[in-house]
């Protein structure tokens, strides 16, 4: 039997190591005039935008589920036109 938790755990490690390989190539954004995504400047950008999205959804009233829905929905389009203001356009996928 421990020979199987030995295959398994190298199993699982080699598993997450792709996968966390994969994921991180993947940022979601392109650039408008097709310059290759900086990760660093493209993260910063990111937290930027989700700033400005925070503080604008915070404006949006609170109350009930449909403010909740209403609050992910505005700071999404906030996020979203500040990444276009950056010159960076979610990738298709």
């Known amino acids: 039997m ?20 994969c ?18 400047h493209q993260q910063t950008t990111f937290a930027q935008c989700k700033g400005e ?4 959804a915070v404006q949006v009233n ?9 609050r992910e929905r505005k700071e999404a389009a906030v996020v979203t036109a500040c990444m276009a203001r950056n010159g960076y356009i979610q990738a298709q996928q």
């Open 2 to 21: 421990s020979i199987w938790k030995g295959v398994v755990r190298a199993f699982l490690i080699a598993m997450a190591v792709a996968l966390g390989a």
């Open 23 to 40: 994921s991180s190539q993947s940022s979601g954004y392109t650039r408008t005039d097709g310059v290759p995504v900086d990760p660093l």
């Open 53 to 56: 999205g925070a503080s604008a």
């Open 62 to 70: 609170p109350g009930g589920p449909y403010g909740v829905v209403e």
